[in-house]
């Protein structure tokens, strides 16, 4: 009895160093896999309805093992799932290639583009990819070509990136839980760089190329930024700064709002506003500290060198010739707001960085969709008795007027009306 008793107890002690053996095993191995399902967005913009996107496995060296995965966009808000995969590794790469939504033009893309994601699947449940997930995937690639874990490699880059944008706080979610349409300072970083990456353009002729442009552009920050963590390119950068230049943000705002609505989707969109701005005050030279009313400018500064024209915002002038054009221009401080309400018989040729934000009984508002770069348009001074008064006050900042004027002109416009 105590033979089958003794017996027994080196079985046990065995078994048990079998178990101990395999856990301290498992718990070492940063790349042990297992059955897997997550769920995610496909961003640019949403990529659209029935976009394929495949996830391939990877060793700890992130090379491909051979074994893959394929799912479809399921919703026009980039949607997708994988449920129960068998895997090897936790580690994946998940690639995207497909229309997708321009916020900056409120448009479907003319073309597909190719985003890409780097992830450890053993503890996330949603694995997005996304801009910020694309052009970082080179440099993790590279660190962890020198030695450095998955895992550091990839807080590495993102810290490193989030530098470029000029964002001081680190945020603890990783890029490939980033959305563009959820709340959070982080969300609204992604979006902010996603719009910052598109070119604007009435260009009807061009914007067939935007897509190709945009992957170009892409590739050259991700090429620039996988050697060192820095992207020292000053062309790439002024780049950026030339695409901020010609954005309209409150209608960029109101196109995002207005896919969402269209397809049956009630969405929060952060504030990429401010990260729009604090990438302009790391990157951009001769930031600007007060608003200006230039004395004359082009009134459509968008489409490049033209003829200027005398600015009715100037504030010490108050008589005007009603029987020619003038412009309404403005550069308004990074972080700061610009509305102006004009009372009075005017017309305006809206476009060129204003928005009209309310118009009502003879009066109109208009407002400065960007800051730190000149915002200017056409308006007309209209009276059938050759003359006419205006009153125009300036929001600068501000829910009230912090200045304001009244304006008188003859001979007045009235072929415009």
Request: charged share 20%.
């Amino acid at each position: 009895m105590k033979a089958k008793i003794l017996a027994l107890s080196l079985i046990l002690i065995g078994l048990l160093a079998v178990s101990s053996c395999t856990k301290e095993n498992a718990g070492s191995n940063e790349n042990a896999g297992g059955t897997f399902t997550f769920s995610g967005k496909v961003q640019k913009g949403p990529f659209v309805t029935g976009t394929t996107v495949n996830v391939n496995e990877l060793n700890e060296s992130l090379g491909q093992t051979g074994k893959a995965f394929t799912t479809s966009i399921t919703s026009d808000d980039g949607s997708f799932s994988l449920n129960n995969i068998e895997m090897e590794s936790d580690l994946a790469l998940l690639t995207a290639n497909g229309f997708y939504f321009n916020e900056v033009l409120g448009q479907l893309s003319s073309a597909q583009i190719t985003l890409q994601a780097l992830a450890d699947l053993t503890n996330d449940e949603t694995v997005n990819i996304n801009v910020l997930t694309h052009i970082t995937k080179a440099r993790i690639e590279k660190l962890v070509s020198e030695g450095v874990s998955f895992a550091e490699a990839k807080r590495k880059a993102e810290a490193e990136f989030q530098d470029f944008l000029g964002v001081t706080e680190h945020f603890s979610q990783g890029f490939e839980q980033m959305s563009i349409t959820s709340a959070g300072d982080f969300n609204a970083m992604l979006l902010a760089f996603s719009i910052i990456l598109q070119k604007p353009s009435n260009n009807m002729t061009e914007i067939p190329t935007l897509p190709a442009g945009l992957t170009l552009l892409m590739t050259n920050l991700s090429t620039d930024f996988a050697d060192d963590g820095v992207i020292n390119d000053q062309a790439l950068i002024d780049k950026l700064l030339s695409n901020i230049s010609l954005q309209n943000q409150v209608y960029i705002r109101r196109n995002i709002q207005n896919y969402y609505s269209e397809i049956g989707q009630s969405v929060e969109i952060p504030d990429f506003e401010s990260y729009i701005t604090l990438f302009q005050a790391a990157h951009q030279h001769d930031l600007v500290t007060e608003f200006i009313y230039p004395d004359e400018a082009n009134p459509a500064p968008e489409t490049g060198p033209g003829g200027e024209v005398e600015n009715l915002l100037v504030k010490d002038i108050t008589q005007f010739d009603g029987n020619q054009a003038w412009v309404v221009a403005a550069i308004t401080p990074l972080g700061k707001s610009l509305k102006v309400k004009i009372t009075g018989n005017v017309l305006l040729d809206l476009n060129n960085g204003w928005v009209l934000t309310e118009s009502s009984n003879g009066s109109f508002t208009i407002e400065a969709q960007r800051q730190n770069e000149l915002v200017s348009m056409l308006v007309y001074l209209l009276d059938d008795s050759k003359n006419g008064t205006a009153t125009i006050e300036y929001y600068e900042d501000s829910d009230t007027p912090t200045f304001s004027k009244q304006i008188t002109w003859t001979g007045g416009s009235p072929n415009y009306k």
